[in-house]
């Protein structure tokens, strides 16, 4: 069975920083996409960022210069590295994954891990 364990979520103040990891396990063949994806009270869930097996990314505007997306394929992990955190990055951040396992391909979703940014 497959599944995605987030860690590394917190409170940090204003200016900080914090890593996210997300590790996938299972009886997995390969990983195409790894993302992260966040959703804060009464918002809607936004994509982050997103890095390819190619090891190529995407960031969304107001994280670029600031976040940094990176994967270690041996360890099927994606690292959220956020820096220059602000008030309005706090949210439930998700990892996310397109995995194929025995099963065929299939998205993959974490549980979320919280990130507060208040002083």
């Known amino acids: 069975q497959v599944q995605l364990v987030e860690s590394g979520g917190g409170l940090v103040q204003p200016g900080g920083s914090l890593r996210l990891s997300c590790a996938a396990s299972g009886r997995i063949f390969s990983i195409n996409v790894m993302a992260w994806y966040r959703q804060a009270p009464g918002k809607q869930r936004e994509l982050v960022a997103s890095?390819?097996?190619?090891?190529?990314?995407d960031y969304l505007d107001s994280v670029k210069g600031r976040f940094t997306i990176s994967r270690d394929n041996a360890k099927n992990t994606v690292y959220l590295q956020m820096t220059n955190l602000r008030p309005e990055d706090t949210a439930v951040y998700y990892c996310?994954?397109?995995?194929?396992?025995?099963?065929?391909?299939?998205?993959?979703w974490g549980r979320g891990t919280q990130v507060t940014v208040s002083s």
């Open positions: 996310y994954a397109h995995i194929v396992a025995e099963g065929g391909a299939t998205d993959y």
């Open positions: 890095i390819f097996s190619s090891g190529s990314t």
